[in-house]
């Protein structure tokens, strides 16, 4: 059985910083893009980054503009788990986060975890 479990979400104050974690298993993911959206409430589940797969240190990572040079993507191919760094959270940041992975299409993933909360507020 294919699972995704996110973890790392919380409480963090504005400006501050938050690592999220995506552990997966019941499949290698070595060889597939991973990614990364949230959903903010009221609102559709959006993009916010991923990551190639690569052969040796070379990968490719993308981030929505609204996140770029605050939110780092990283993957630790031997714990076959995908990182998110968020870095000068912002109250608009507040959302759902959801670890993907298999990419399909540009957008569309084959595999979801159950998302993990993270509330950025004083």
């Known amino acids: 059985q294919v699972q995704l479990v996110e973890s790392g979400g919380g409480l963090v104050q504005p400006g501050g910083s938050l690592t999220l974690s995506c552990a997966a298993s019941?499949?290698?993911?070595?060889?597939?893009?991973m990614g990364w959206f949230r959903q903010a409430p009221g609102k559709e589940r959006e993009f916010a980054a991923t990551?190639?797969?690569?052969?040796?240190?070379?990968?490719?990572?993308e981030y929505a503009d609204s996140v770029k040079g605050r939110f780092t993507i990283s993957r630790d191919y031997a714990k076959n788990t995908v990182y998110l760094q968020m870095n000068s959270l912002k109250p608009e940041d507040t959302a759902v986060y959801y670890c993907?992975?298999?990419?399909?299409?540009?957008?569309?993933?084959?595999?979801w975890g159950q998302g993990t909360q993270v509330t950025v507020s004083s």
């Open positions: 993907a992975g298999g990419r399909i299409t540009r957008r569309e993933y084959a595999y």
């Open positions: 990551i190639t797969w690569s052969y040796g240190d070379v990968y490719l990572a």
């Open positions: 019941g499949r290698d993911f070595r060889r597939d893009d």
